[in-house]
């Protein structure tokens, strides 16, 4: 069996030799492992139209209208450590593919040596040298070096797309936090209102408690209402400092206009309902996330430097040609280094090839292969996961809309209700109950109404950042490639 390996490996090195070859398998996208469009929810199926720009090339300047959150981004975009290591990956991976470029080039070394050696006769023999050496230069022949700078190359892109899908996901996190904070502002001003009303019933029922008018249950059942609604205050208070907290974190920097009271930053605020904060993004085809979405890209780039290990796998079955040269001057006394005639020039190359190693090559190779088929299905995931985590936010988007309507309408009958409810109350006609059951009804509809408005907004801004938005490619000033290779 060897006999009959033994000249085609021959035959394989030879022509290797004489043209220069690489070994890197050649890459073919995988298919998408998805629809061709998105779900249709509750119509057909939403698609841009012909003029529309797709969310990636919306800057997030664009994109968001409100001046303080786009404040806060900027600061977020200097100030956050997340992003401050992703760029430092960056640099990391990018030295790291410096690296392997240079081992491309020969390495010159100056070379100082000296050695005092005693002689049979008791003497003692001197020889200095001095001059330039390019030690086991590696003759890329077979491209094992080359496939591992592009394996370097590969995982540097990877890092940058890897930086981008830090940006997107941040600036998504900064804007969702900044309305979370918005939203409970103004839960906490409906139910300062509702604990208000709520004492000021106390305080009427105490009265007329005590003056033989209504029973202690009416009493009671206003003092429930009124502890509940101090309840409620207190976990508001408590989710806004959280939420205040999240978005010191994010942005990286204290932020002393935002108190840890009640009041806003900048006087009263337009109410969540009626704020329009963000600019509506097409959704396109699911197509269209292979180059919109960094981390697919950043998949793909991974996937690519997997298969350039192959190459490198496959190159150590050939024989490793290696080139020491020196040059330089020789002498038995320090002061005859420089002198004529001292020079002089040496040249060893070596082959090595490979006969038995217990399998250590085909190892090597087998594990590189598998290492190529992992990148490939965490490709494919992350395809399908883009894929899912836009159709959910088209699903939310769409449906939404409706049930924020539905709840305005309810707030308003409920409110409508309330003042019924205390109009039969005054006059005798219905229950105190009835008129609590309103009041606690009314409180619970508004509610509603601030937090549907407020996941209809984040689900704005989780679309966009699904879609690839958050990132715009700026001028690149590096020496190697930034755009994902074909």
């Known amino acids: 069996?060897?006999?009959?390996?033994?000249?085609?490996?021959?035959?394989?090195?030879?022509?290797?030799?004489?043209?220069?070859?690489?070994?890197?398998?050649?890459?073919?996208?995988?298919?998408?492992?998805?629809?061709?469009?998105?779900?249709?929810?509750?119509?057909?199926?939403?698609?841009?139209?012909?003029?529309?720009?797709?969310?990636?090339?919306?800057?997030?300047?664009?994109?968001?209208?409100?001046?303080?959150?786009?404040?806060?981004?900027g600061l977020s975009l200097a100030n956050n450590r997340d992003l401050r290591v992703a760029v430092l990956n960056i640099e990391q991976a990018r030295a790291q593919y410096q690296i392997r470029r240079a081992d491309q080039l020969p390495t010159v070394n100056g070379v100082f040596s000296g050695s005092r050696t005693p002689t049979a006769s008791g003497g003692i023999n001197s020889l200095y040298n001095v001059g330039l050496a390019v030690t086991a230069y590696e003759l890329d022949f077979f491209g094992r070096v080359s496939s591992l700078k592009e394996a370097a190359l590969g995982q540097y892109l990877a890092t940058q797309e890897g930086r981008k899908t830090a940006q997107i996901s941040l600036i998504a996190a900064?804007?969702?936090?900044?309305?979370?904070?918005?939203?409970?502002?103004?839960?906490?001003?409906?139910?300062?209102?509702?604990?208000?009303?709520?004492?000021?019933?106390?305080?009427?029922?105490?009265?007329?408690?005590?003056?033989?008018?209504?029973?202690?249950?009416?009493?009671?059942?206003?003092?429930?209402?009124?502890?509940?609604?101090?309840?409620?205050?207190?976990?508001?208070?408590?989710?806004?400092?959280?939420?205040?907290?999240?978005?010191?974190?994010?942005?990286?920097?204290?932020?002393?206009?935002?108190?840890?009271?009640?009041?806003?930053?900048?006087?009263?605020?337009?109410?969540?309902?009626?704020?329009?904060?963000?600019?509506?993004?097409?959704?396109?085809?699911?197509?269209?996330?292979?180059?919109?979405?960094?981390?697919?890209?950043?998949?793909?780039?991974?996937?690519?430097?997997?298969?350039?290990n192959i190459g490198a796998a496959r190159a150590a079955f050939f024989p490793r040609i290696a080139l020491t040269v020196g040059a330089g001057s020789a002498s038995g006394q320090l002061s005859g280094l420089l002198k004529g005639g001292s020079w002089g020039w040496t040249i060893a190359p070596q082959l090595v090839l490979p006969i038995f190693d217990a399998g250590r090559n085909q190892a090597g190779l087998d594990s590189a292969r598998v290492g190529r088929d992992i990148a490939i299905a965490q490709y494919e995931k992350a395809i399908q996961t883009a894929f899912r985590e836009v159709?959910?936010?088209?699903?939310?988007?769409?449906?939404?809309?409706?049930?924020l309507g539905a709840q305005q309408r309810q707030a308003t009958a409920e409110a409508t209700r309330f003042k019924l409810s205390d109009l039969r109350y005054q006059n005798g006609i219905s229950s105190y109950l009835d008129l609590l059951d309103a009041q606690r009804s009314l409180f619970s509809a508004r509610q509603a109404v601030v937090q549907t408005r407020l996941a209809q907004l984040q689900s704005q801004v989780t679309l966009y950042k699904t879609l690839g938005g958050g990132w715009k490619e700026p001028a690149e000033s590096l020496d190697a490639p930034a755009a994902p290779r074909p």
């Open 391 to 403: 159709a959910d936010a088209l699903a939310t988007r769409a449906t939404l809309a409706d049930q």
């Open 1 to 73: 069996m060897i006999k009959n390996r033994f000249p085609k490996l021959l035959t394989l090195s030879a022509v290797a030799l004489l043209a220069g070859c690489s070994l890197i398998p050649v890459h073919e996208r995988p298919a998408a492992p998805i629809a061709a469009t998105y779900p249709a929810y509750g119509g057909p199926a939403v698609t841009a139209s012909a003029d529309a720009s797709p969310a990636s090339s919306v800057a997030w300047q664009d994109f968001f209208a409100d001046s303080e959150l786009k404040r806060l981004i």
């Open 174 to 308: 900064l804007a969702n936090t900044y309305l979370s904070l918005l939203a409970d502002e103004e839960l906490l001003d409906i139910t300062r209102q509702t604990l208000a009303t709520r004492e000021d019933s106390m305080k009427l029922s105490k009265l007329r408690f005590d003056n033989g008018v209504t029973s202690e249950l009416d009493y009671r059942q206003a003092e429930s209402l009124a502890e509940a609604a101090r309840v409620a205050y207190a976990q508001q208070q408590r989710q806004r400092a959280l939420d205040l907290n999240a978005l010191t974190l994010l942005v990286g920097q204290p932020l002393p206009e935002w108190s840890a009271d009640l009041a806003p930053p900048a006087g009263p605020r337009a109410p969540l309902v009626q704020a329009q904060p963000m600019a509506d993004v097409p959704a396109g085809l699911p197509s269209e996330l292979l180059t919109h979405r960094p981390d697919i890209r950043q998949a793909e780039q991974l996937l690519l430097a997997s298969n350039a």
